[in-house]
């Protein structure tokens, strides 16, 4: 079974762009979450979508947004990019949405730097 | 609120060691879920345990061990005679009930660098 693929690994942009990241769940897995990794701030929930729609949000600015496909697949959009926002990006999926009691699968990750 | 504390920012251990990693949480659920999850240098979180609120058991698996103790609020991870391969960062978790829908909390990860 193919896990959790995210794309692109790596990303270098300029402060002021914007960026859209990409993430393919596990076959079967209808719930994708995102996920933003700092050294400061550690792992910070996003938000998570399940059958296209968003079921769950963080504490981030509207400047981050997603959305999902009805083959699962979820996009992350980061507009007006700051310095703040370099970070590791990680998607996870599970079987069901608002988490509950399942254990979350995730990608290797979005590492998004900015200069 | 919900909060996972993991005070141990980063252990060093001489291979065959054993090392405790501590998770202490605060939630107001009475119906939560703790898990650990590990992080290796490839990025990709990996997940090892979880654990219902309701379950206080202890768990073995392998050189891996879960101490729940509720009373404590706490849920820590023990790794007997350690390996270089288990060298990375570890995650706490918990996920309960907030304002109708579950919500995941990381702790902020302890690095654990085991030496040969």
């Known amino acids: 079974k193919a896990g959790v693929t995210q794309t692109p690994r790596y990303l270098i942009k300029t402060r002021g762009q914007q960026v859209t990241l990409s993430c393919s769940p596990i076959?079967?897995?209808?719930?994708v979450s995102w996920y933003q990794q700092t050294p400061g701030q550690g792992l910070q929930f996003l938000f998570e979508y399940f059958s296209e729609t968003q079921r769950n949000k963080g504490n981030f600015p509207g400047r981050f947004s997603g959305r999902q496909f009805s083959n699962s697949r979820s996009e992350m959009n980061v507009s007006t990019l700051e310095l703040g926002d370099s970070a590791l990006y990680l998607c996870?999926?599970?079987?069901?949405?608002?988490?509950?009691?399942?254990?979350?699968?995730f990608g290797d990750g979005t590492r998004l730097s900015i200069l | 609120a919900q909060k996972v504390t993991q005070a141990q920012t980063e252990i060093s251990v001489v291979e065959k060691e054993d090392v405790t990693l501590d998770c202490v949480y605060e939630t107001r659920d009475t119906t939560y879920y703790l898990f650990w999850y590990k992080q290796p240098p490839s990025g990709e979180l990996v997940f090892l345990i979880r654990?219902?609120?309701?379950?206080?058991q202890n768990e073995i698996s392998g050189r891996y061990s879960w101490n729940f103790q509720k009373s404590t609020s706490s849920f820590n991870f023990t790794i007997t005679a350690s390996q270089v391969v288990d060298s990375a960062v570890y995650f706490c978790a918990l996920s309960g009930l907030t304002s109708g829908t579950y919500k995941y909390i990381f702790g902020t990860g302890t690095r654990l660098k085991v030496l040969a």
């Open positions: 076959s079967g897995h209808r719930s």
């Open positions: 996870a999926s599970s079987h069901r949405w608002g988490h509950s009691n399942q254990p979350q699968h």
């Open positions: 654990r219902n609120s309701f379950d206080e």
